[in-house]
T-cell receptor, first 112, second 115 residues
Framework: SQQGEEDPQALSIQEGENATMNCSYK?????LQWYRQNSGRGLVHLIL???NEREKHSGRLRVTLDTSKKSSSLLITASRAADTASYFC????????????WGLGTSLAVNP | NAGVTQTPKFQVLKTGQSMTLQCAQD?????MYWYRQDPGMGLRLIYY???????DKGEVPNGYNVSRLNKREFSLRLESAAPSQTSVYFC??????????????FGPGTRLTVL
């Protein structure tokens, strides 16, 4: 069953703008991850945030986590055409870090 | 390092035919996974292997079997393919550690069409 739900399902912006995607989940977690999938390719890990962290940065990526609201957001600043991809959040299954529970993804289009 | 490799990249089957999807990783990871990805459905776990010698069912195991041949290889078999199994199949692997080592590494996928 899907735990994560991304919002919006699709997002279209102009190059240089910021893109924000949200993820909500249902149960307690140990950590939350964000992945990117370029069209026709496998998923690539972007960033992991632990349940005791509130914010994390990696280059142009900023992830926040609000465990009280069971939600996370991924912000991509100064977007580029190369950021066009689908973005997925994934949470570990409580008590079992071997499996991830995946959201349905946000499709981001960055227009030149 | 090649990371996670999958063969074949594309396959067309007729209903009732069988085939095996191959996956190998060279990162010495303990855990390996098979997912299917369908439009609007996200990633769904078919089977996983937490360590060499063990396999467990995921969310959608019906119609599939797996073999963890050794630490490197994890194959997925369709014994009698059905059109509902038309999908993109991804293999992934992960090291054993928790916390910051919980990321999964994905192969490029196999695009399977069952007619």
């Amino acid at each position: 069953s899907q735990q994560g739900e991304e919002d919006p399902q699709a997002l279209s912006i102009q190059e240089g703008e910021n893109a924000t995607m949200n993820c909500s989940y249902k149960t307690s977690i140990n950590n939350l991850q964000w992945y990117r999938q370029n069209s026709g390719r496998g998923l690539v890990h972007l960033i992991l945030i632990r349940s005791n962290e509130r914010e994390k940065h990696s280059g142009r990526l900023r992830v926040t986590l609000d465990t009280s609201k069971k939600s996370s957001s991924l912000l991509i600043t100064a977007s580029r055409a190369a950021d066009t991809a689908s973005y997925f959040c994934a949470t570990d299954e409580p008590g079992n870090n071997r499996k991830l529970i995946w959201g349905l993804g946000t499709s981001l289009a960055v227009n030149p | 390092n090649a990371g996670v490799t999958q063969t074949p990249k594309f396959q067309v089957l007729k209903t009732g035919q069988s085939m095996t999807l191959q996956c190998a990783q060279d990162m010495n990871h303990n855990s390996m996974y098979w997912y299917r990805q369908d439009p609007g459905m996200g990633l769904r776990l078919i089977y996983y292997s937490a360590s060499e010698g063990t396999t467990d069912k995921g969310e959608v195991p019906n119609g599939y079997n797996v073999s963890r041949l050794n630490k490197r290889e994890f194959s997925l078999r369709l014994e009698s393919a059905a059109p509902s199994q038309t999908s993109v199949y991804f293999c992934a692997s992960k090291s054993l550690g928790s916390g910051s080592h919980n990321e999964q590494f994905f192969g490029p996928g196999t695009r399977l069409t069952v007619l």
